[in-house]
Each structure stands twice: as C-alpha cells, then as structure tokens.
C-alpha cells in the first residue's frame, strides 16, 4: 500500500486526473513503466494515454523498447495516446503500424490504400483483387493506420493545419480511388469513363478528420458505346464505390460518401454526362451551387474527365455575379446561415454563432463578388482565399489576421473533438475532464480548462463579427481617411460588394457613405464604427438604397446631438430597428425627418404601445391651451403630436407589435383627438352661441382608419337656449370651414383631410345642419344607400351630448325594426353590382385591387352591412361601426357560418394590410397591389415574406380573395 501512495502522489503531480487507479495499473502491470510515466507530463490526458499503452505493450511486448529507445516514436505515440481513444483500440488491435509512427513521411498514399485491397497503383483503372469484406477490412486497417501517422505529426507540433488538411483530403482521395477499385470487382463498367469532383472540404483540400466526403458524380460512354447503358454502369459504379466506403465491417467504415451537391440534390440522378452538368449550371443552377462549385476538384476515377469537368464549370462560377438573381441569391443564403447560427447551440464551433460556417460562408461570397475581376482571388481553401482577399486589399490586413488566427484555433479544437472518439462532431463538450484534454492538447498546462474557454469564446466573438469585418468596413475604406497601413477596397470594387448585397445604385450609397464617414470629427469616427453593422441591416430590408439615404438625412438633423449618435451605437435594438424602419417605409422615414428625437422611442417595445387616448387628448388640449389667442399654433402643435404618434404607429406595425385592427383602431383615436383639438381651437374664434359635434363616418366611423384615410365626417350642431338660429347657423358654418382651413394648413405633416361629401344631399346640401334638420331629411328624403353609410355613423369629437342625440336619432333609419324590403335589397345588391364595374379605375387589374376588387374590402364590408341592415333592428349585438365586429355578432346570431366569417375575416385583413404595406412603403397612397415585379417584392418583404417571395404573396393573396369573393356570391347575392 505505501508504494501505491507513493506512486499516486508522483502520477498527481505529473499531471495524472485519477493518480490512484493509475497507480494501480502500473503496479498491475507486468512492464516497468517507470522511466516512461515522465514523459506522459505533457500528452493531453495521461491518465487515458497509460490505459492505452499498457494495453498495447500487453498485445505487443516489444513496444516498451521501441518506446525507451526512440524519442520520436515515444513522443509520437503517447501524444495520440493521450487525445484519441479511439487510434489507441486501433493501435492496440494492430500494433504492427506502432514502429510506422516514426517515420517522418509515409509513401504515397493512393499506392498504399489501392495495395491494401489489392490493386495495382499503375493501371489507369484499377481493378480490386476481390471485394467483400476482406477488401474493405483491408482498407480500413490502412486508412487508419496513416491516419495514426498523420494525427502523430499533428498532435506533437511537425505538421501545421494546412499540411495537415491537405493530406487529410488525399487521404480520403485514396480511400475513394481503392473504393472504387473494389467497386469495378462487382461492376462491369468497361463502356463509361468516370470520374469522382471532391466537393466541400474535400475537394478544397481542407477536410476534418472525420466528416462526410461530399463528391459529385460525372461520366461519359467510351467511343461507340451507348449513352444510356454507360450511364446505368455508371451509376451502378458510384453506389458500390459509396457502398465500399460507409459499409460496416469488423474494422468499422470509413465515413458516407454525400452526393447530395449534385444537379437537383437528391432528386437528381446520382450520375450525368459533362454535357448534362453543364446544361443544368446553365439554366438552372442557383448562387448556391456556384458557391459550392469553388470548391470542385477531381479526386478519383478518370482525371482527366474530372479536370475537363473543372474547367468548364469554372467559367460559370467566376461569373456567377452577373447572374441576373445573384443579390437574391445572396440574400437567401446569408438568411440560411443566420438561421443556422439562431438554431444551434452557442457551443457548436461549425454552425454556432462565431463558428467556422460564419468565416467559410464569407470568405466565398467575397470570392464570387471580386472574383470575377481578379484571378488572384480563385482559391479553394479558405485560409488562401483569406490570405488573397488581404493582399488585393478587399480585407484589412488586421481583419484578416485575426480571422485566419480564429479559423485556424476553431480547425485545431474541431480535430481535437473527431480523434477523441474518431466521430463526427462539433459541438464543444461541457465537462472540465474533456475541457482539460483540449486545452493540454492545444498546450495549456496552467488553467487547462480557464485557459481554452477564455481563448474559444475570444475567437469565437472575433469571427462573430464576420459581416462587419469582411463586408462592410472595407466599403468605409474606400471613401474614408484611414490609416495608411490598412489595405483599401477601389471603389469599383467597393461598388461590387455594395450591388452584391442588393443596393441598385452602389455609386449613390458610396456617396453617403463618405458624406457620413469622413473627416476626423469624434460624428466621423462614430459613425465610421456604426456603417458597417448598419449597412448589413439596410440590406436585409425590402430598399437598403432608401434606408441608407434616410440615415444620412436623418443623422445630418441630428448628427450634432450628443444624444443620437452615442444611443445607436450603445443601443443596438435602436439602430437595428431604426435601419429594418428606413429600409422598409418611405412613410415613417418622412416622419422620422421631420422629427428626428422619436429616434429615442425605437428602443423599447413598451415605448412603441398604443397611447391610449385621454393621455393623447390631455396633451392635445395643453398644447392648444398654451396657443390661447392663437388657433393656427395650437393646430400646428396638435399636428406635430399627431406626427409623432403615427411615427409611433408606423414603426409598431412594421415591428410587427400590433395587428391591422390595433393599427386601425390607434390611426382613428389620433384622428378624433386631432380633430377634438382642431375644434376647439375653431370654436375659440366665434361666439358661444352654438353647440357643435363632429360625426365620424366611412373608415374613420368604423375605427378602421388607414395611414393614407382621410376624415369622412358629418357636422351637427345645436342652437344654444335664447340664441339666434341664423346666428347659430353662421357660427356653426364658420367653425366648421375654419376646422376644415386649420387642418389644411400648409405644413411638413401629414394633412388630416376632412371630407364631407356623405352629408345630405352631398356637395349640394349645407356643410353643417341641426338635428332637427337631419331628423326631417332622413324621415322624407333618404335612400338605402345613406342607411347604410349611417351604419359607420358615431360621435367623434365636441359636443357628446349632441353627438349621442344625434347617433340615437339616426338607429331608426340604420337599424329598422322589421329589417330590409326586399326591394331595398335588390336596390342595395344592383348598388353593389354598379359600383364594381363603374368605379373601378381604368387599366386596374379588378383581381389585384384591395378595396373594389373580388373578395377585396368592398365585398367584405357589404355583406357585414347587408346583415346590419336587415336584422340589427331585432339583434342589437349586430350595432356596430365596425366591420369585423358585425360579423363575428353575426356569427354568434347564428346568421353567418363560422367557416365563412374567418374567410371573409381573413381577406379584409389582408387588403387591409396591403393597402398599408403601400402607403408605408411608398409614401403615397394605393389600392393595387403593384404591377411592376420590383415594387411587388418590396411590397412582400414589408408585409414580412422572404426577398424572393413576392409570388408566394401574389398567390396568397389571391388565393385567399378568391374564397371570400365565393362566400360574398353565397351570402350577399344569394348566388
């Protein structure tokens, strides 16, 4: 016992985790372990280095002496030992290949593997001696027994990455040469010429230790052989080569072949002709593919049908940014990344955030930007494409620097994880015991564990911040004064990057650009901080053109606060829903620049909520009392808290805060407040001798107010006891025009249009009557039509009293006892009939308009008020201004299937959307979803589909008015 002690307490301070059960297999053992146990101080895990070499020098006594007598085999071997359990079963297993592991290089690898299952090297196809397991057996223990002698060299310092990688890559190169040798014992392909293009890491010369190979197939049929019949051999030949690789055997499979780059991915045919590849590149490959295809090389087969293959592809990669998709496609696939990085784990060093997925996806895209102009940049693997993107100044010299050190520590942990086990893996494990052994492996003695987690997440921060490093901060290098030392993007080729990621005038953005970045001001340089995080969130909105034009408009305004440049750099929910607002509504950016502090409200969801409206109504009534004496002011004051909130609005409905009813409902309580405010400020100038109310009709009535409504109301007014009726009548008439002047006034917001024109008689009748004159129009003279305008009738604003007198006067007329004759609903439905072929404008697509077109708001609105019309006289649930409100009551009344009121539900609040989608993203009014393909994609990206989703959106909407214009036949025509 006190020998095991002290031998435990030697072994501790060696390094060994679990001193006492290694002391116990030294004292177990029959070897004399002794002299060795010292060089184990430095091997990642010594306690699993001294399991596996007892184990081996038990199967292979002559081990020990090789071990004492060789310093390098020593070295070598316990440094795999110590990280790969899984080398150490195959060494264990075969310890023949142990004295191997000193050899400074191993022959060439393709002889090797094609000898082990025995081929000869020297025949331009090789033929297996015989396949089946003993072949396959045979290629496992020699694949693996160079993969031994690889890791030997990596682990102890004399091979770096890129050697490493690469011969990785051969390596499996081989393995597919021989796969295929063993493939041709069970296929007769004497017809077809075929070759094996190395895909991804492979075929870039930078492969992991265990990873999927992908490839991609292509073949031709030898002079006078049938195309169709070689192409079968063919393809039965790529099946058993793939069979020959992922087959389990007593000495386990080597890794899946993945052909799912191919032409048309799975679904395509494993195996084409060169011809066919290059028909299907041509018309029908995506960005994607191309990016795929800078990785392409011939690793196996006929070499020279792989080489003849890279060529002709080559040309369409390098000119892959002409494409007319190209900005589309890019964008779609920096999407597939950044949901990559969303889904996974923050411990993934391949997909996670500031994993290798984000270094890789960059590096290529630059390729295919600049690529194109300079041959320099054509390289396959990802640290020379680096490396090249420095030197031609398209990356700063730093950047690159950091990157490639982030690059190179991310490979090196990747490995250190897939030798452990030899499994495919990259997600960094949370135990201190396996952190211990990747961070001894990587040379960290002190803190082991401490030291590799600050290191990782250091690295993994620095690639994080990829887009900003490799994107955009050499566009600010193109028009800034910078340093120097630091390389320069041209503008040409800055103008590149700038179209590549969707800007359609690059020139015109380089332009701001410089206006907003140059100088050395303490703006300039903060400014010279945010571009780059800002001009990759412009070019995730529908017009990154507009978005950046706003942002230099807006921070000239206010470039000077203290306040705004030092909240978008600190706050990063502000600057990223200022640019996501700038780039998508040409609408608020016109509010935003007119004011600018409502910067300060994007910061915050609670600061976007809907202010209900007797906080709006006392701010309106301040604002107005401070301008006693001065009606103009106080409206102009009134008007400017009305600009802000529909700021408010705007920018919660493009956030996606608030639904199309909460947007119509906030819209029409600003609309009464700032009609409210108005008339007091008018009243303030005549006499008392009137009451007067407001009467809010059409959209503005039914609280499903738009951003570009305007105010469809009616004026009422009341004599007050002893006053003059002509005198009343004047004074009511002088404040309603003076209302109508105020809100007119010329100003830099947006007019709040009153409109009349639904009061008796139209633009013939008085602009403002008494109740007593309402109430005998509408006992003599009113028609079905006035009815149902009178169905959206409430008070809006003054006089509560009047307005209640008033909207109880008309329910007898809007909501009769007996419901509808029914020749007041034929005249009603021939209205209806009339409408839709004479108002629609001319040239308007009747299917794409929102409002008269089938299944648009029209319809939707006309069957709730036909309901209305005909039974809320007996069913008082169905008094209501509002249209969704009518028919959810006339559900539960049981006069409408539920089925239809969510169709019918579901079209009004998709026009409704569109209508809004197109006053926000335009900055003017329209009731047509646009023609013209580029103002429809934006119109789809505001209404929240992907870039390329405007067709989706079209059949969408489509779709969905269609079925409500089938319910509205059924329910409203009787059809």
Known sequence: MPRIESTAARLAKLGFADAVRAAQLVRQSEADLDDIL?????????????????????????VLEAVRSDEVLRGRLLAVLGVS??????????????????EQRLGEARAELLRAVGAEPGESEPRAAEGGTGALTALRVAYRGRLAHLAARDLTGQATLGEVTAELSDLAGAALEAALAVARTEVEAGEVRFAVIGMGKCGARELNYISDVDVIFVAEPREGADEAKALRAATRLAQAMMRACSATTPEGSLWEVDAGLRPEGRSGPLVRTLASHLAYYRRWAKTWEFQALLKARPVAGDLELGGAYVEAVNEMVWSAATREHFVEDVQAMRRRVEAHV???????????????????????????????????????????????????GYVGRDDSRGLAEAY????????????????????????DDDLR???????????????????????????????????????????????????????????????????????????????????VSRRAAIQRTLLPVMLGWFADTPDPDAALLGFRQVSDKLGSTPWYLRLLRDETAVAARMARVLGTSRYATGLLMHAPDAVAMLGSDDELAVRPPESLLGEASAAVSRYAGDPEGAVTAVRALRRKELFRTAV????????????????????????????????????????????????????????ASDADVMFVHSPRPGADEREAGDAAFAVANELRRLLSLPAPDPPLLIDPDLRPEGRQG???????????????????????????????????????????????????QSGLRDDAIREIRRLKARMEAERLPRGADPALHTKLGPGGLSDVEWVAQLL?????????????????????????EGLLDPDDEAVLAESWRFASRVRDAIMLMKGRPGDSVPRDGGERRMLAQTLGYPPDGSEDFLDDYRRVTRRARKVMDRVFYGA
């Not at 947007?663 to 009243?683: E, F, I, K, M, Y």
């Open 38 to 62: 010292e060089s184990l101080v430095e091997v990642a895990d010594p306690d699993q280095a001294l399991v596996s070499l007892i184990r081996l020098i038990e199967r292979e006594p002559a």
């Open 437 to 519: 052994r990747l961070g001894r492996a990587l040379g960290m003695q002190a803190d082991p564990v401490g030291e590799f987690t600050a290191r990782w997440r250091r690295h993994a921060m620095e690639a994080r911040r990829l887009h900003e490093k490799l994107f955009y901060r050499p566009l600010l290098q193109a028009v800034a004064r910078l340093p120097e030392s630091e390389a320069r993007l041209s503008t040409a080729a800055a103008a590149a990057r700038l179209e590549a990621l969707g800007y359609v005038d690059p020139r015109g953005a380089l332009r701001h650009i410089a206006n907003l970045s140059t100088g």
């Open 652 to 707: 919660a409905d493009i956030s996606g805060l608030i639904d199309i009813e909460t947007v119509g409902t906030a819209l029409s309580r600003l609309n009464d407040v700032t009609l409210q405010a108005a008339l007091d400020a008018a009243l303030s100038k005549v006499p008392p001798v009137t009451s007067f109310a407001i009467i809010a009709m059409g959209r503005l009535g039914g609280m499903e107010c738009s951003y």
């Open 766 to 816: 008085p602009l403002v009557r008494t109740l007593a004159s309402y109430r005998a129009y509408y006992s003599r003279w009113s028609a079905p039509w006035e009815a149902q305008a009178l169905l959206r009738a409430r008070f809006s604003a003054g006089d509560a009293e009047l307005g209640a007198a008033f909207t109880a006067m008309i329910d007898e007329l809007r909501y009769p």
């Open 342 to 392: 969303r889904a996974e784990g923050e411990r993934q060093l391949k997909l996670g955030p500031g994993g290798l997925r984000d270094i890789e996806f960059a590096v290529q895209l630059l390729q295919l930007v600049h690529g194109r102009l300079d041959p320099l940049l054509r390289r396959r693997a990802t640290l020379p494409a680096l490396a090249a993107l420095s030197r031609g």
């Open 85 to 102: 359990a899984a080398l150490g079963e195959h060494l264990v297993r075969h310890p023949g290949q142990v004295a191997r592991l000193a």
């Open 868 to 892: 209305q019309l005909c039974h809320a006289g007996e069913r008082p649930s169905l008094r209501t201004t509002r249209t969704l409100e009518a028919l959810r009551a006339a559900v539960g």
């Open 408 to 431: 190179t520590f991310l490979r090196q942990v990747e490995h250190l994880l897939q030798l452990h086990r030899l499994r495919r893996t990259h997600v960094v494990p949370t135990g």
